[in-house]
C-alpha cells in the first residue's frame, strides 16, 4: 500500500515553455501533498505544501507564478513550471500523506527529471 | 528554525561490515525523526522512524535510537550487503502548528557496499 506515482518521469523542455507534472496517490487519500527539489548529489528542498482544495503554501524563495500548484482532488496534484528556463533543470519529488495516526509520515513518488534545453 | 546534520559521505565498507551513518538534530517542540533511503534510480522509500525519545525505529535490519539528550538519530547495521548501496537522508518531521507534516531533510550519504 501507500503507492504514489509521478508522472512523467523524464521530460526535456525547449526554454520559454511550460511543463505539468502530475502525482497521484494510487491506493489512499492523500489530504496534503508535498512537492521538493533535488540538486544532483543534494538533499531534498521543500517547494510548497497543498492541501485538496486550498491555495499551496510556499516555502521562502519559491515563485508562485512559476511553479504553479494545483490539488484539484484527494489523489492528484500537479505542478506546472511555466516558462521553463535551464536553471530550472532539476530532478522533482511529490510526497503525499494521509494524515490519521500516521499523520507525520510521507509517501514519495519516484520523481520527474525535467531537462530544460 | 529546524535543521537536520547528516555524516558527510560517501562511504565506501566491504560486505558484512558494520555501518553507522551519524545524524543530528535542532528542532522546536518533540518532532518525528525518520531514516529515508534512496537507490539508484528510485524515489524516496522510507525505511525506519521513531515517534517519541527513546524510541528505537527498526527494519532490514537497520535500526536508530530518538536520542533526545544528544539530540541524535544514528543510523546502524551490524551486517551490510551489497544491496544496500543508496543514498540516505535522515529527516525530521516538524512537530505541531503551521508547519505540520513538513520534513526537514539532512543532506544524504551515499552507501556503496562492495563485495
Known amino acids: 500500500g501507500a503507492v504514489v506515482s509521478q508522472h512523467p518521469s523524464r521530460v526535456i523542455c525547449k526554454s520559454g515553455t511550460s511543463v505539468k507534472i502530475e502525482c497521484r496517490s494510487l491506493?489512499?487519500?492523500?489530504?496534503?501533498m508535498f512537492w521538493y527539489r533535488q540538486f544532483p548529489k543534494q538533499s531534498l528542498m521543500l517547494m510548497a505544501t497543498s492541501n485538496e482544495g486550498s491555495k499551496a503554501t510556499y516555502e521562502q524563495g519559491v515563485e508562485k507564478d512559476k511553479f504553479l500548484i494545483n490539488h484539484a482532488s484527494l489523489t492528484l496534484s500537479t505542478l506546472t513550471v511555466t516558462s521553463a528556463h535551464p536553471e530550472d533543470s532539476s530532478f522533482y519529488i511529490c510526497?503525499?500523506?494521509?494524515?490519521?495516526?500516521?499523520?507525520?509520515?510521507?509517501?514519495f513518488g519516484p520523481g520527474t527529471r525535467l531537462t530544460v534545453l | 528554525g529546524n535543521s537536520v546534520t547528516q555524516m558527510e559521505g560517501p562511504v565506501t565498507l566491504s560486505e558484512e561490515a558494520f555501518l553507522t551513518i551519524n545524524c543530528t538534530y535542532t528542532?522546536?517542540?518533540?518532532?518525528?525523526l525518520f531514516w529515508y533511503v534512496q537507490y539508484p534510480g528510485e524515489g524516496l522509500q522510507l525505511l525506519l522512524k521513531a515517534t517519541k525519545a527513546d524510541d528505537k525505529g527498526s527494519n532490514k535490519g537497520f535500526e536508530a535510537t530518538y536520542r533526545k539528550e544528544t539530540t541524535s538519530f544514528h543510523l546502524e547495521k551490524g551486517s551490510v550487503q551489497v544491496s544496500d548501496s543508496a543514498v540516505y537522508f535522515c529527516a525530521l518531521g516538524s512537530a505541531g502548528g503551521t508547519s505540520y507534516g513538513k520534513l526537514t531533510f539532512g543532506q544524504g550519504t551515499i552507501l556503496t557496499v562492495h563485495p
Open positions: 491506493d489512499f487519500q492523500a489530504t496534503t
Open positions: 510526497s503525499a500523506g494521509s494524515g490519521g495516526p500516521a499523520a507525520d509520515t510521507q509517501y
Open positions: 528542532a522546536t517542540g518533540y518532532p518525528s
